[in-house]
């Protein structure tokens, strides 16, 4: 019998410059502040948006990462 090599895969790294990575890091900071905002600080009377629709539809999400709310 014949025994066929293993093929093999040489892990490729991505490199980014650091112009791209600083924009790259941005729009995450940006993404998790906007996050936090909408789950841990609107309330409904000072909302982005009129209304509590915001707040009740992250209202369990509150709960689970334990933002008091009541």
Do not use: K
């Given at each position: ?44 009377a000072v909302s982005a948006f ?17 933002f008091p709310c009541h």
């Amino acid at each position: 019998m014949t025994t066929l090599p293993a093929p093999s895969a040489t892990a490729t790294p991505v490199v980014l410059p650091l112009s791209r990575a600083v924009w790259w890091l941005a729009g995450a900071a940006a993404l998790a502040l906007a996050l936090y905002y909408f789950i841990g600080v609107d309330q409904g009377a000072v909302s982005a948006f009129g209304g509590a629709q915001v707040h009740e539809f992250v209202h369990d999400a509150r709960h689970f990462l334990g933002f008091p709310c009541h």
